[in-house]
């Protein structure tokens, strides 16, 4: 009978769903958001395994040539829970291109993002940061919402695992958003002392939504 007493817990612990991870409120915690451009990249795999280990999320602005060379890292990308935005299919500075150009930039990327990840992105960010009214509309046109940042590493010219870590470390403040590239290596191998320097500085690294606290972000609104 004890037995049977013991299985019987056993199962109804195992047939009880596990407890909801609880929600980040930014509005308590001290959170961050860091970003990375222009991937995926042959080093985006070491960064995911990275961001893993850390618990910590981050938000891709993916360029379509690069998601049609690797499919299968935005797909690991956004289901490890990280948040995907598009970043144009060829990288142009938007506001040279006609209209119909920057559509087509914008709708290809988004095509291939969803083909690789079942999600379509909301949001898109600007190659060089180059914007413009017009280029907020057209994005509009195609539910889009602009995420620039409030703080640059400059890290594709650094070139430097040191100076790109004290530059992060120099920019993070609360509600922040960060640039960066997996595309330079001397950043991913920066970021284990990067995120293990942010969290000691009391840090939750988390994706631009959440940030934003779900308010947004709105198609056709610049944001940071």
């Given at each position: 009978m004890v037995i049977h007493a013991l299985l019987a817990a056993t199962l109804a612990l195992t047939a009880t769903p596990a407890a909801a991870a609880p929600k980040i409120d930014c509005?308590?915690?001290?959170?961050?958001?860091?970003t990375f451009d222009d991937g995926p990249s042959e080093h985006t795999a070491t960064l995911l395994k990275v961001l893993k280990k850390e618990g910590a999320k981050a938000t891709f602005f993916l360029v379509g040539k690069q998601v049609?060379?690797?499919p299968a890292l935005a797909r690991q990308q956004a289901a490890e829970g990280h948040a995907i935005g598009d970043h144009t299919y060829s990288h142009p500075s938007l506001p040279t291109l006609r209209d119909d150009d920057i559509i087509e930039e914008l709708?290809?990327?988004?095509?291939?993002i969803q083909d690789?990840?079942?999600?379509?992105?909301?949001?898109?960010r600007p190659p060089y940061g180059?914007?413009?009214e017009r280029v907020l509309r057209m994005a509009d046109q195609q539910d889009l919402a602009e995420i620039l940042w409030t703080g640059t590493t400059l890290d594709w010219k650094l070139r430097d695992a040191k100076k790109i870590k004290a530059?992060?470390?120099k920019l993070a403040k609360r509600d922040g958003?960060?640039?960066m590239h997996?595309?330079?290596?001397q950043t991913v191998k920066a970021m284990p002392e990067i995120l293990k320097e942010l969290k000691k500085q009391g840090y939750t690294l988390v994706t631009v939504p959440t940030l934003l606290r779900g308010k947004g972000p709105d198609s056709g609104l610049s944001y940071f």
């Amino acid at each position: 009978m004890v037995i049977h007493a013991l299985l019987a817990a056993t199962l109804a612990l195992t047939a009880t769903p596990a407890a909801a991870a609880p929600k980040i409120d930014c509005a308590r915690l001290k959170c961050l958001a860091l970003t990375f451009d222009d991937g995926p990249s042959e080093h985006t795999a070491t960064l995911l395994k990275v961001l893993k280990k850390e618990g910590a999320k981050a938000t891709f602005f993916l360029v379509g040539k690069q998601v049609e060379r690797r499919p299968a890292l935005a797909r690991q990308q956004a289901a490890e829970g990280h948040a995907i935005g598009d970043h144009t299919y060829s990288h142009p500075s938007l506001p040279t291109l006609r209209d119909d150009d920057i559509i087509e930039e914008l709708r290809t990327t988004q095509a291939l993002i969803q083909d690789a990840t079942g999600r379509r992105p909301t949001m898109y960010r600007p190659p060089y940061g180059h914007t413009d009214e017009r280029v907020l509309r057209m994005a509009d046109q195609q539910d889009l919402a602009e995420i620039l940042w409030t703080g640059t590493t400059l890290d594709w010219k650094l070139r430097d695992a040191k100076k790109i870590k004290a530059t992060v470390l120099k920019l993070a403040k609360r509600d922040g958003v960060i640039l960066m590239h997996d595309t330079v290596p001397q950043t991913v191998k920066a970021m284990p002392e990067i995120l293990k320097e942010l969290k000691k500085q009391g840090y939750t690294l988390v994706t631009v939504p959440t940030l934003l606290r779900g308010k947004g972000p709105d198609s056709g609104l610049s944001y940071f």
